[in-house]
């Protein structure tokens, strides 16, 4: 079946502008995840997703960044007044269950490609 | 207080098997370990997890120690293509209830 799909693959945009970033997670799994990673570094976690809401958004480095799940699929990330610091790769990722709810089985994840955000 | 503890770096010759520590010293007793990889310029990728015992699948074996508090993930015949960051993980209330990754371990298969 089809893995998890992120569009666009790659966003340039100047300072100021906004961006919004889409996840499509696998059919079926109730968890979406975002990260965010830089260069050298590994995925930090920004938010994630339990159903159509967010269970653990501590993530956010700050509140110009926003994500959504209306239907509890497809997740947009937006990014208003972006930054150049805000420039990485953005992941996103899905699993079956939910950690802590099942004991850990069917809590793996899938990860999308990325899109490679870059602010000028 | 580090969640999980990883060389920055590593080798291993084709062929042979690699071997990746973690230590993970606060995981609590229900708390299972992941183990991911990511390869250049690709999302991470699943590799095998475990709580207790320890598990094979058909890309590698996990070996748990019996206080939990560390793993090793075995490769057993690398490949060039096992070139990548590995990242040892788990989810509990001492990462915050996140998945942490902290910068994982840079596998170099050489030739």
């Known amino acids: 079946g089809a893995g998890v799909s992120q569009t666009p693959s790659n966003k340039v945009t100047e300072k100021g502008k906004y961006v919004e970033l889409r996840c499509d997670p696998i059919?079926?799994?109730?968890?979406l995840y975002w990260y965010r990673q830089s260069l050298g570094q590994g995925p930090e976690f920004l938010i994630y997703?339990?159903?159509?809401?967010?269970?653990?958004d501590s993530g956010l480095p700050n509140d110009r960044f926003f994500a959504v799940r209306p239907e509890g699929s497809v997740s947009t990330l937006k990014i208003q007044r972006t930054e150049r610091g805000d420039s990485a790769v953005y992941l996103c990722?899905?699993?079956?269950?939910?950690?802590?709810?099942?004991?850990?089985?069917?809590?793996?994840?899938?990860f999308g490609p990325g899109t490679r955000l870059t602010v000028l | 207080d580090a969640k999980t503890t990883q060389p920055p770096s590593m080798d291993c010759a084709e062929g042979r098997a690699a071997n990746l520590p973690c230590n993970h010293s606060?995981?609590?007793?229900?708390?299972?370990v992941y183990w991911y990889r990511q390869i250049h310029s690709q999302g991470p990728q699943y590799i095998i997890h475990?709580?207790?015992n320890n598990e094979t699948n058909e890309m590698a074996s996990l070996i748990i120690t019996e206080d939990r508090k560390s793993s090793t993930l075995i490769l057993p015949h690398a490949t060039l293509r096992d070139t990548a960051v590995y990242y040892c993980?788990?989810?509990?209330?001492?990462?915050?209830?996140?998945?942490?990754f902290g910068t994982g371990t840079s596998l170099t298969v050489i030739p």
């Open positions: 990722a899905s699993s079956l269950n939910v950690p802590g709810t099942s004991g850990g089985q069917y809590n793996e994840q899938f």
């Open positions: 059919s079926g799994h109730t968890a």
């Open positions: 997703f339990q159903g159509t809401g967010a269970a653990d």
């Open positions: 606060t995981i609590s007793g229900n708390e299972y």
């Open positions: 475990g709580l207790k």
């Open positions: 993980i788990y989810w509990g209330k001492n990462t915050g209830n996140q998945f942490y």
